[in-house]
């Protein structure tokens, strides 16, 4: 029989975040990672790199076919991002919440993308969209070795115990 931590561990989803460069230009990191710590998301992996444009073009495989693909794959291999993975109970859904909508013109107020950014074009941060997406992503940026299993202090008062 698993352990009520056990139990707990096996319920926790991963999501991939990702500050692009015009948030980390900006000044924003500590902003962006302040709001998921403070929701009581937990930080598992972290790290800043200028990815090259076919490792961008990898990241956003399912754009290829729009538009705005180069310009934005131009864009996320520019400069320093800071790749992310945060845990916790509906992480992937809840995460996309606290981002926001896409375009940050219809963004709510108090979504990081509507108090933070003006233009879909430099909306300043990325999240996986759904569990394939996240396992998909995660594996791209992170070697397995590179994200952190540990237990916070804290998970106990975030999330009771029985
Ligand atoms: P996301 O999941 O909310 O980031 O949005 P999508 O997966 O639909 O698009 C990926 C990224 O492409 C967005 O975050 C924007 O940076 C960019 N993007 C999406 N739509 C547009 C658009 O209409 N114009 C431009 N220039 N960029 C866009
Ligand atoms: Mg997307």
Redesign the pocket.
């Known amino acids: 029989m698993l352990q009520d931590q056990e139990v707990h561990a096996a319920e926790m989803e991963r999501t991939f975040i990702a500050i692009?460069p015009d948030g980390v230009q900006r000044g924003l990191i500590s902003e962006i990672i302040t709001r998921f710590e403070r929701k009581g998301f937990k930080l598992v992996g972290l790290k800043i790199m200028v990815p090259s444009k076919g490792f961008a073009q990898q990241h956003?495989h399912?754009?290829k076919e729009?538009?705005?693909f180069n310009?934005?794959c131009n864009?996320l291999s520019s400069g320093p991002v800071v790749a992310m993975v945060w845990e916790g109970e509906g992480v992937i859904r809840y995460g996309?919440k606290l981002?926001g909508?896409?375009?940050p013109q219809k963004s709510e107020p108090g979504t990081i993308r509507g108090d933070l950014a003006v233009?879909?074009?430099?909306?300043i941060?990325?999240?996986s969209?759904g569990a394939e997406t996240a396992k998909d992503e995660i594996s791209l940026w992170f070697k397995p070795e590179e994200l952190v299993s540990y237990t916070s202090n804290a998970e106990k008062w975030i999330y009771g115990q029985n």
């Open positions: 692009k956003y399912g754009a729009r538009p705005f310009g934005l864009f996309r981002i909508a896409t375009d233009v879909v074009g430099r909306n941060i990325h999240g969209d």
